[in-house]
């Protein structure tokens, strides 16, 4: 359907409408305001599109060329706009991915594609000559499978279309992945912070053994309106300490530190 508007549509028109959404969501039924959650998602990702077509426009016209001759559309992205090296060069892509294959335009202005699925299987699809090579003979299917599935269900999808495609470079990344695992614990003022990355098959072990803690967690807690409340970050804490480091530290397993059993 083809909509005639009689004066030019602004970003202020879309901060006015989404202003007028925001006060009126705590007036919704439960039932509505999850209708609206799915209409939000495709907002978002026609969003998402327009903001690729703007980086597309940004780098044809060379506009950063007025103040530095040198610069490219990268450096103008991280300075102007404030992102870091990864996400302009993920809004480039996006915008190359846009010209190339015009089937993940479309699935995102028609709002059903988000951002984050089409970053995914084009940093997947592209990663390798192999698998350039045939990319464009899926598209379709994965922006087709890409609705029915959650982000991470898409990724398992791609790495077996990419095992498939191109197996040799897969390995390859797994065990690239694994050598670069590391676990750090940082002392802080009041408390301790850890930061962690783990290779695929290592990260499979400790997600399932977190979701395994969280449903323990959430059966045996009462639920009261700070269980509730928490985040799911600090849901996540608690249940790693309760579910798995007590249970661990209490059944005398671990080896001795020092002559001492572990304890705290």
């Not at 998602?41 to 060379?62: D, F, G, H, N, P």
């Not at 404030?82 to 996400?87: F, K, L, N, S």
Request: hydrophobic share 45%; aromatic share 4%.
């Amino acid at each position: 359907m083809t909509i005639q508007v009689l004066s030019p549509v602004t970003l202020d028109d879309v901060d006015l409408i989404v202003d007028v959404l925001l006060d009126q969501a705590h007036h919704l039924s439960g039932a509505d305001a999850s209708a609206q959650l799915a209409r939000v998602a495709a907002t978002a990702a026609k969003l998402s599109a327009y903001r690729v077509s703007l980086v597309s426009t940004i780098e044809s016209s060379q506009v950063w060329r007025e103040s530095d001759p040198n610069a490219t559309a990268a450096s103008f992205l991280r300075h102007e706009h404030v992102v870091d090296q990864r996400e302009a060069k993920a809004d480039l892509r996006a915008a190359h991915s846009f010209t190339r294959f015009p089937e993940l335009e479309r699935a995102c202005r028609d709002g059903v594609l988000s951002r984050e699925k089409m970053d995914l299987i084009v940093s997947i699809g592209l990663r390798t000559r192999e698998r350039e090579a045939v990319f464009g003979e899926f598209v379709a299917l994965f922006v087709d499978i890409a609705q029915r599935l959650t982000l991470s269900q898409l990724r398992r999808s791609m790495d077996m279309w990419a095992d498939q495609v191109d197996p040799v470079t897969l390995a390859g990344d797994d065990h690239d992945a694994h050598q670069r695992r590391e676990l750090h614990l940082h002392h802080l003022g009041d408390g301790i912070k850890l930061d962690a990355f783990f290779g695929k098959e290592q990260g499979l072990r400790v997600m399932a053994a977190l979701n395994g803690a969280l449903d323990q967690q959430y059966r045996s807690t009462e639920h009261t309106a700070d269980t509730v409340a928490a985040s799911t970050s600090a849901q996540r804490a608690d249940a790693c300490i309760n579910a798995i480091i007590n249970p661990v530290l209490e059944s005398g397993l671990l080896p001795s530190s020092g002559g001492a059993a572990a304890t705290v």
